[in-house]
């Protein structure tokens, strides 16, 4: 299913939606980890609002695809794609992060609407994928399972416990994707450990390496058409992104790992937003 | 119980813990098709293997791979499945606590963990093989239930009860050596409810795994030798631990004694120790274990004999609590606070 540029239109209007509404609730929260947040705004968007067989009105129905993001502290910007999605208000973001909220930075599957796992402590996602996957597997079903990886999480062992494992059981109804934003907390990933030759390491484990530009729809969807006709090894979608993407002042700036604004910087960085989608 | 099931099948005078639940397992697949088996290179050790050779598409090996072999276990639970998951107790409750804490407690998935190889079984394998923290990681992760069963026949009761008991359990067995206590299944096995070996007035003797039958050989000799009347109660579930036959210990028999082969801090002893601060009623009591030390290698029995955890050693305790001065002729007791 070719993208059509109606859709990419689409896509763009909710992105933009999203990335203002990361911003929202970042300021209401007090902080969050904006900068992965708005990396990861294009591939959570192409998802739901294109590929993920799901239903707001019925989150937990069977047959449903599932997405794990493993890269968990990127909780403020699923929360607000499952909003903009009809999981629930929008408004009730308002209380991410305050006493006895739902809404955590890491979000909860017992406690939001439409979140498939918890994660947050990283290198444990890929893990749960594989169980999904090998469970659709026995059940003879045809969901897929898609987990959202951070670049700095690879790190994790975990992560490659779960990559040999997914070859060796030939998990194609398993599609993984890496937010390659460059940057972990401590600095850049190539500085505090580095995870290159990236795509070799993934193809020495038994997957198929896709490399696209991760803010681009059309070779995110290519990346997706192609890992679901695939019928041999599990694909890995490594997207290429910038970190804080969309907000001159985040972008690539290892500071807004995780960050706070205050009502200034509230409107700076949707002035940013609007101007980068000619908006302004 | 389920219904339709004969548990006959197995010899418990020959057959050890893992064995007993290999075979169980394979009985329970054929009536619940949603039990899936994984092992992470110990299929044949913690004999979960049985299960693959029956139920191959339902099994599924990940390797020497901890964390991933209860993370995938957890995805299979999202899915639907109950996951049987057995490698090492050590593995399972020190390499991959993070996994079954946050993967498996957290989102409160129906896994259930058989973990082999507890205490001091392995004893000759030294300390990485052992495992004398587990029950008091495990214990401290909500949603887990914890069981620590006294052979092989009481193995079977929980691997059947917890088939349907919804939720996280870990079952702690030992390496396949230990004496067996039951010679039938027909005792009244509930998860949560102690098992009373004997009643007694004088001294409780609180114990689970493999000191059951030392506690109960104990009894006997004491009661033979000393005159002793002593209550022996077989906690098998160290949670939800059954905190009413512990009270009716502390008012019935005023000295109680903890056995268990695991380190004396976090264990059953401690789970005990709670109680009785709570109820803040007075009571003689000593925890026996391993003493906070990494354990010496050897085989279980002479390690066992060492720290005083087995026959010999129980009476020896007991015979030291039954010596100490204490205030037992209270009438007012409840007045107590």
């Not at chain 1, 960050?259 to 000619?278: M, R």
């Not at chain 2, 057995?86 to 896994?111: G, K, P």
């Not at chain 2, 006294?150 to 870990?170: F, L, R, S, W």
């Not at chain 2, 009643?199 to 104990?218: M, P, R, Y």
Request: hydrophobic residues 40%; negative net charge; charged residues 25%.
């Amino acid at each position: 299913m070719t993208i059509t540029a109606d859709e990419i239109k689409q896509l763009k209007e909710k992105a933009w939606q999203i990335r203002k509404d990361i911003i929202d609730v970042t300021f209401w929260a007090g902080g969050a980890h904006i900068g992965g947040g708005l990396s990861m705004v294009e591939i959570l968007t192409i998802l739901y609002f294109k590929y993920l067989n799901i239903n707001p009105s019925a989150p937990e129905f069977e047959d449903r695809d599932r997405f794990i993001l493993s890269k968990g502290h990127g909780g403020v910007g699923l929360a607000c794609v499952l909003a903009r999605k009809g999981y629930f208000d929008f408004e009730l973001l308002k209380d991410f992060n305050k006493f006895k909220s739902p809404f955590g930075i890491h979000l909860d599957c017992r406690k939001v609407k439409g979140v498939d796992a918890s994660t947050g402590s990283l290198g444990h996602g890929l893990s749960m994928a594989v169980g999904l996957s090998l469970g659709a597997r026995l059940k003879k079903k045809n969901w897929f399972t898609y987990c959202l990886l951070g670049d700095g999480e690879c790190n994790e062992g975990s992560v490659w416990e779960a990559a040999m494992s997914a070859s060796h059981f030939k998990l194609t109804n398993l599609i993984a994707i890496v937010d390659r934003n460059k940057l972990m907390i401590d600095g850049a990933t190539e500085d505090v450990m580095g995870i290159e030759p990236f795509s070799d390491k993934w193809k020495a484990f038994g997957w198929i390496v896709k490399e696209i530009n991760g803010h681009d729809f059309k070779a995110i969807s290519d990346a997706i058409d192609y890992a679901k006709n695939e019928k041999d090894k599990p694909v890995i979608i490594i997207a290429d992104t910038i970190k804080g993407k969309g907000v001159d002042f985040m972008e690539s700036q290892v500071k807004w790992h995780y960050g706070g604004l205050d009502s200034d910087l509230l409107i700076k960085a949707k002035q940013s937003v609007d101007k980068a989608y000619g908006r302004d | 119980m389920s219904e339709g099931l004969t548990w006959t099948v197995y010899d418990a005078n020959t057959m050890t813990q893992a064995e007993i639940y290999g075979e169980v397992l394979c009985m329970l697949g054929e009536k619940y098709s949603n039990i899936v088996g994984l092992s992470a290179d110990l299929a044949n050790s913690t004999k979960i293997g049985k299960f693959g050779k029956k139920f191959p598409e339902r099994f599924f090996n990940v390797g020497i791979a901890e964390q991933n072999l209860f993370g995938i276990s957890a995805g299979l639970a999202k899915a639907g499945f109950i996951p049987f998951v057995s490698t090492m107790a050590v593995f399972t409750a020190l390499r991959a606590a993070e996994q079954v804490r946050t993967d498996i407690c957290y989102q409160n998935l129906n896994c259930k963990i058989i973990a082999t190889h507890a205490g001091t079984s392995f004893g000759t394998a030294g300390t990485t093989h052992h495992c004398t923290e587990d029950i008091a990681i495990m214990r401290s992760f909500s949603n887990m239930t914890v069981i620590v069963p006294a052979d092989g026949i009481e193995t079977a009761n929980a691997i059947k009860a917890c088939v349907e008991y919804q939720g996280p359990v870990y079952i702690r067995i030992g390496r396949g050596f230990e004496p067996n206590h039951y010679q039938n299944e027909d005792y009244g096995f509930k998860i949560g409810k102690a098992v009373e070996i004997q009643d007694g007035t004088d001294i409780t003797i609180i114990c689970c795994g493999s000191t059951v039958f030392h506690a109960a050989q104990a009894a006997k000799i004491l009661k033979e030798d000393d005159g002793l009347s002593v209550r022996v109660l077989n906690i098998h579930t160290i949670k939800p631990i059954d905190t009413e036959s512990i009270i009716k210990a502390i008012k019935e028999t005023r000295r109680i004694v903890t056995f268990e082969d695991h380190n004396i801090i976090g264990g059953l002893g401690t789970a005990v120790a709670d109680i009785i601060a709570e109820s803040g009623k007075g009571c003689a009591f000593t925890k026996v274990g391993i003493p906070d030390c990494f354990a010496e290698i050897g085989y279980p029995e002479d390690l066992c004999n060492y720290y005083k955890i087995d026959t010999d050693g129980i009476i020896e305790k007991v015979r030291e609590v039954m010596g100490k001065e204490f205030e037992q002729d209270d009438e007012d007791w409840e007045d107590e606070v």
